[in-house]
């Protein structure tokens, strides 16, 4: 293994990397055609510019349902002093829509007709020319331009082709962007996902950036992964950029590792400007050219490939089309903590957003580039600038969005605790109230009050112990939250206990044994409720956590403890059953506990937080959340007032 | 013909029409699911929560290159004092991805491993336990929520799922609106534009909606037109309730004439609760159900079928999705001028909108129901509340957007003459510069100055002739914008003329024959520079305007005028060559005139107006125009600034 290699990557700026590239296939224009009938060239963009064949109307119509005339015989009709028309000679029923008859200029409204007999009429005032007629060419004139080239065919569009004699359009080719994952752990994802061998990963990035090529105007070919191995892939690459590519995307090796061979396969088969852009995610991206075609490296990180696609591809799809890269709509938004940044980097930060009172909040998600869930938990996306050592606490800055401004308004921000039950609460509310969004971040059961003392969040899942009286959560959001008034509504009580490998193969019988030498513990953060327990059940029997291997080892979830012990990582972790039961782990339970959310009461009357409670009250909730095991539901709902006079 | 019929529709007010139609259908909801593999579901909404069935990673995985170890065994190393590790012993290589090696439980970096020999390494600092290790599960652990149902799936999520191990996934079919044409003035758009018959229209609407639904996350089929016949009409709407259909829609035939059908369809096949809505256009739609199915009645005019689909079909759509409405973008912007609205009506005045200096200026287009280019032309809708009288100018207001912000602060807004050379221009601008859009609006010269006047425009196209020397715009700039600095910009010169029918069968040869009693005019509004010029050729005969029959009649293009000659609205117009060419009429030159752009100096500098520049200076611009006949381009882009010190 050739160890000796220059690892460290040449950056280049973010703006200058994507304008260079832009630039370098500025004449790179898709100049390829289909003919498409109207209503399928939506969302397709026009190759040509389009003239109307006809005009619209393209006659003379009734704008009324009434009586077509000659304004001229009308003339001397008034009130007290009606005048008679005979139907059929100087006057004849329309409908609205119809062709006014010949020698016609005006109609007369039904509801001003006076029907002498069936063969007259009378009328009370005179008709002025062209009243109530919609003229020819009113909309459309035959050979007016319709719509510009480069113009996005929408629905509305369709209505205004035909109506112009237009059927059949001439759009732009969509650009095809073949697509090659590499990487020898990659695991294809049409196989059963109980047969996925230790090392391999499922191949999700093809997927996901084909499908981002298609919403920025493209197509895509994804073709099979191929190995870490040059030849292969300048094969393939070359095969790709010699045929109906219009630009070729490698994902993976484009870093500057011992496997790395994408850069490589463009230098031998053509060029490359960039290797190496100062933003994060995404920072090893290659911009290079093969056969004159564009070739991009992409970094194998789900994360990295989404904000590289994002930076440099979909706007090169645009580009090529000749209409505008889509910009996402931005809102200023108050960050609920300090999101350190490093200097000379543009840092792509994924954030949970929602309405707290009058404020947008942004709980930052897990920053990692790997953490796929991220981008899909994400509201919004907070751009730090390679100038910027971060932003601050309740300082706006602004945040690109990923959902509706509408959705985010209707979003329920939950910060707090984590249980499995929020889950369910979620995906009960969303089948209920489709417009509604519960949004959970887990920053422990006091990280809740806090979030709720900073309107950070509307609720906080919160089961806090008081070791004094053994009463949960009451004394602790006095203490806390002195001046908000809350609601603690019980959500569920659950069985807390030690989770150990299936078969306890340590044999663990309880907190007692976490100080053996042979035991590896993983510990939740501090603040979290089941952190509390812990030290609680652990001065009970007089144990001091400096003689725990693991005590400083912290996890922020259930799951994340569980999936610790179940991958070796740790021995034994304190949780919830409901955790162990899903990873199929031993549990040893410990205590019962109730877990209340905590909702200030200014929000207990709003539609959302009403709507939630309906669902914690609702059958369906208690029965699924039951299921799960290790929950009791028998005073879900009940409501404790505290803080108020 | 039954003339005796209530024609008035009792109107409900707009949002307590669309609450009770979406309160009628709550319980109406999509219960039948597809399963899709995972790509393809981008785009639809889950049916069922989908939980992960693997982790990712799925085992514990190295995050940088470098050398795997057990922490433990680095304890000691420090600067000055390195400890050795074996390879293929107590320490691995491994690159970015690579599954850790039993018994590791770190990663040091290669960039602070010293190669000692090809076996052996040296390190100089201790590794830390799960350093540059992502752990299993740290992204997703097997069985936790990845999306609740009802989420709709985004190119993201595809990268989510197949990372849990999740390649396909069940989501909601979509609803299948059927759309039902009515009206026996529809001729089919696949026939040939030429071989329409006087009196028939091309079916649009059924098209427009059917894209429209499919864009609400439904499909459609559109079943052949029926003529405005009840019992065919009733047959038709049966065997689409009786069939697949999820909702039924009939277009045309929804207001209270002699030939309107579908009220009585609905009536005798189901029921009705609404005829007849608050809203403007769309104002006759009718809600209600047949065979437990929604049923529209959608009125005819293209604007009012797309207002009735988005205020009832669309929000019925989503509901039955289980998805909130679409909402648009809003934004704050000041009309250019006054728009008055009918108090009790809810109004959706189409405007065109650009960013002018630092706000958003509206430029009401026309109002008509029948009119689909108004809104194919709008970049936003300004809802006029029912308990409103209108907006006042420069007074702001909300535009909901039907065009991304930024393409709306990339459009140059042209206000003033029309000439079918600004449609090229347009069209040669978005084909060199796909980001900008040159939009005009016009209302004559005059008004093109006194829009620069205001600040509701960046350019303005005049051609005023100055009576007293025979000069263009010059004066009328001076007197006009004493303040603002302005450079005109010669766009062209052009050809003025009489049009009249092919053939001149009135045999006009000058002004001196406007005021013979057989020929009726048809003008130019007041303040057009055409009108102007007309004005000025009848004084020069010693011709009085109250001798011209249909001097009164104002139109606001030279395509107005030229298709009222050519509808025999009026036997003659003043125009340009041009557009009498485009209809084939016969023309009479009067006068070769200037037309410039007039730009004020502020805004030549900026990037929009500079690449305007360099497209009216292009050959190809040039090229075009000239080809339209009755241009000459010489002077194509000469400059001449005004009001500068």
Known sequence: MNIKRNIYLEMTPLARARDLFLEKFADFR?????????????????????????????????????????????????EGRPKTLTIGEDAFYVNTGHILPDGCDAVIMIEQVDVHDEGR??????????????????????????????????????????????????????????????????????????TIKPGQIFESNSHMLGKMAEAAGGRYERWETTIDDLDLIKEAVKKAADGDADMV???????????????????????????????????PVILGKVRGKPAVGIPGYPVSAAMAFEQFVAPLIC???????????????????????????????????????????????????????????????????????????????????????????????????????LDILADELKSRYGDLTLSSSHVGSLGGLMAIKNGGCHLAGTHLLDTADGSY???????????????????????????VARGNPKRVKGVEDLG??????????????????????????????????????????????????????????????????????????????????????????????RHLLDVIESATFKNRVAELGGYHMEETGRRIVVNTA
Chains 1, 2 share one sequence.
């Open 516 to 609: 053996r030498d042979d035991i590896r513990f993983i510990n939740r953060q501090a603040g979290s409720g089941t952190r509390i327990l812990l030290d609680y059940k652990l001065a009970a029997v007089g144990m001091d956590p400096a003689r725990i291997a693991g005590y400083e080892s912290e996890e922020y979830t259930h799951m994340s403890v569980a999936v610790a012990v179940l991958g070796g990582v740790a021995d034994v972790g304190l949780g919830i059953f409901a955790a162990a039961r899903a990873l199929d782990l031993d549990f040893i339970p410990m205590v019962t506990e109730r877990y209340d959310l905590a909702i200030p009461l200014q929000y207990m009357d709003t539609d959302p937080i």
């Open 121 to 194: 009429i009378d009328i009370e005032a005179p008709a002025f020319p062209w009243q109530h007629v919609r003229k020819m060419g009113e909309d459309i004139v035959a050979t007016q331009l319709l719509f510009p080239q480069n113009h996005l065919v929408t629905p509305y569009c369709v209505g205004a082709l035909i109506a112009g004699g237009i059927f059949h359009v001439p759009v732009k080719k969509r650009p095809l962007v073949v697509i090659l994952p590499t990487g020898k752990e990659m695991a294809n994802p049409e196989s059963d996902p109980d």
């Open 319 to 421: 580009q090529t089309l000749g209409v505008p890269a889509p910009q996402r709509e931005a809102v200023t938004v108050e960050p609920t903590r300090k999101i350190a940044s490093r200097l000379g980097l543009d840092e792509f930060v994924r954030v949970k957003l929602g309405k707290v009172g009058n404020r947008f909040v942004a709980s930052p998600l897990p920053r990692g580039a790997g953490t796929i869930t991220s981008l899909t938990q994400a509201d919004g996306i907070i751009r730090i600038p390679s100038s910027s050592e971060g932003i601050l606490q309740n300082k706006p800055v602004t945040a690109e969005l990923l959902r509706p401004l509408s959705a985010i308004q209707n979003t329920i921000v939950a910060v707090g605790s984590h249980d499995n039950a």
């Open 30 to 78: 898709m100049t390829r055609t289909e003919k498409m009938p109207v209503p399928d060239a939506v969302g397709r963009i026009l190759a040509q510019p389009v003239f109307a064949r006809a005009s619209a109307p393209g006659y003379h119509a009734a704008a009324m349902d009434g009586v077509a005339v000659l304004a001229e015989n009308t003339y001397g009709a008034a």
């Open 473 to 499: 959560n009451v004394s602790y959001v006095k203490k806390h939250l002195p001046d908000i008034p809350v609601c603690l509504v019980t959500l569920m009580h659950r069985d807390q206990g030690l989770m």
């Open 249 to 283: 995307l490698v994902i993976g090796g484009s870093s500057a590792g011992s496997e790395d061979c994408t850069k490589q396969t463009f230098l031998d088969l053509g060029e490359i400007w960039v290797h190496g852009v100062t933003m994060m995610p995404g920072k």
